[in-house]
């Protein structure tokens, strides 16, 4: 069992930059693969970043690649979403997940391959 929470949201003008945090407790934070998704208002979620369980590999969405950069610091249990050139279409509330995986090259984006989310940090740019 791993507990999620998600920090960093707020208020931002468009070209701004953010960074997101998300803090793990319970089990082995190393054990998990982890991502980022994101949901609009109206819209269903969507994958955003993931990475894997230690770090090496890492995948992005289209229509962020580039802007957002997705690490994790399993000494203190946390992963990161630096989010740069913020837009207005960026705004959503922002969850992170976790999954227990096997494999510490296993890169996971699908949102029903999750297992744990945290209860979101919302991200809203002006424009």
């Known amino acids: 069992q791993v507990q999620l929470v998600e920090s960093g949201g707020g208020l931002v003008q468009t070209g701004a930059s953010l960074s997101l945090s998300c803090v793990s407790s319970g089990r082995t934070f190393s054990e998990y693969a982890m991502a980022w998704f994101r949901q609009a208002p109206g819209n269903e979620r969507e994958f955003v970043a993931a990475i894997s369980r230690v770090g090496s590999m890492t995948r992005y969405a289209d229509s962020v690649k580039g802007q957002f950069t997705i690490s994790r610091d399993n000494a203190k249990n946390t992963m990161y979403l630096d989010m740069t050139t913020l837009k207005f279409e960026d705004t959503a509330g922002y969850y992170c997940?976790?999954?227990?995986?096997?494999?510490?090259?296993?890169?996971?984006?699908?949102?029903?391959?999750?297992?744990?989310w945290g209860p979101g940090t919302q991200v809203t740019v002006s424009s």
């Open positions: 997940a976790a999954k227990l995986a096997m494999s510490t090259r296993q890169i996971l984006t699908s949102e029903s391959e999750y297992r744990y």
